[in-house]
């Protein structure tokens, strides 16, 4: 297992256009995060799931956003409608439940045109 | 609402001195905190991880440190070099191991002049 790997790396998208990013988690992490970044701040949370569940959202996240896991392995992230504001690095990482750290993949560097 | 700062936000010194970066935040009920480092347009890697229990962690020229009733952490990187020329990150989990999801401040830019 390599780490946390999301696909793809980069994404330019017309506004209006619906956008899916996908995670995958290291293997035995059972917590995934999606995280979104914008230049020259911290990454800030989204969501997150325990296995299949997601158990909790931000208020970022608004109703154009939808985030699944379905089978607790892999991760997808969709924007629907994308407005220039959700131009962003989008982030995803894995843990395990009992807070032994946080391990972060390369992201998806999302540009709306 | 946990607050993250980082001071300062940007620095620049000659390689070869040795540096201390500063996080602070305002509830001191952490699980723990760990320090990032991204290159320009890439991902988090993790350097350091302290548990709320933990006063330390060292990894190689690396050294963080945890005061949790202040609220503080310093990120002392000993003898810098070109390739230590980052951005800086520190996140604070929330108790509960997590469940929250971490607080990041806003990093600090660091560039190691050759």
């Known amino acids: 297992d390599t780490g946390v790997s999301q696909d793809p790396r980069h994404k330019i998208t017309k506004r209006g256009q619906n956008v899916t990013f996908r995670c995958d988690p290291i293997s035995e992490h059972n917590r995934l995060y999606w995280y979104r970044q914008t230049l020259g701040q911290g990454p800030e949370f989204l969501t997150y799931?325990?296995?299949?569940?997601?158990?909790?959202k931000s208020r970022l996240l608004s109703d154009r956003f939808s985030a699944e896991r379905p089978k607790g392995s892999f991760s997808t992230l969709e924007i629907q409608r994308t407005e220039q504001g959700d131009s962003a690095m989008y982030l995803c990482?894995?843990?395990?439940?009992?807070?032994?750290?946080?391990?972060f993949g390369s992201g998806t560097r999302l540009t709306v045109v | 609402k946990q607050e993250v700062t980082q001071i300062p936000a940007a620095l620049s010194v000659p390689e070869g001195e040795n540096l201390v970066l500063n996080c602070s935040f305002t509830d001191s009920a952490i699980y723990n905190l760990q320090w990032f480092r991204q290159d320009p347009g890439k991902g988090l890697t993790s350097l350091l991880l302290i548990q709320s229990s933990q006063r330390e962690q060292t990894s190689g020229r690396l050294n963080a440190s945890l005061d949790k009733s202040s609220g503080r952490s310093t990120l002392y990187i000993a003898a810098s070099q070109p390739g230590d020329s980052a951005t800086y990150l520190c996140a604070v989990t929330p108790p509960g191991g997590g469940a929250d999801g971490l607080t990041f401040g806003k990093g600090t830019h660091l560039i190691i002049q050759p």
């Open positions: 990482a894995s843990s395990l439940v009992g807070g032994s750290g946080y391990t």
């Open positions: 799931f325990q296995n299949e569940a997601q158990l909790e």
